[in-house]
């Protein structure tokens, strides 16, 4: 049941390798991401009861809301675990440079190409 949600909802049905490694890493990777979902989830659903509130969260529509702001929520753990929050403008900076700075891009060849040197 748990391999049909991970395949289900954190689509690791349509992954396939011949690497076996590969394969137990995407699971591996996904199961925190599972664990910090569900133990949120049953803070709302604990919450709604309390209420008196009939409230439901299908889970479907729970994984598809959870794994668009997952990024966010592990961001606001670390924080709360006293990690500092993560320098965008130092991440951008860094991780969107050519890391060899004399090899054009595919981009740039193919576009000398057509372009005939313009």
Not at 57 to 67: D, I, S
Not at 72 to 80: Q, Y
Request: charge should be negative; hydrophobic fraction near 40%.
């Amino acid at each position: 049941m748990l391999f049909r949600e991970l395949k289900s909802q954190y689509e690791l049905g349509p992954y396939q390798s011949e690497k076996p490694h590969l394969v137990r890493i995407q699971v591996l990777a996904a199961l925190p991401t599972l664990v910090v979902s569900r133990a949120i989830l049953r803070v709302f659903v604990d919450h709604a009861a309390e209420t008196g509130d009939d409230t439901t969260f299908p889970a479907e529509r729970w994984a598809t809301t959870f794994r668009s702001v997952a990024p966010l929520v592990l961001v606001e753990l670390a924080v709360g675990y006293g990690y500092p929050r993560p320098n965008l403008p130092e991440f951008l900076y860094r991780e969107a440079q050519q890391p060899a700075p004399s090899r054009s891009t595919l981009l740039g060849e193919v576009s000398a190409e057509l372009c005939g040197g313009f």
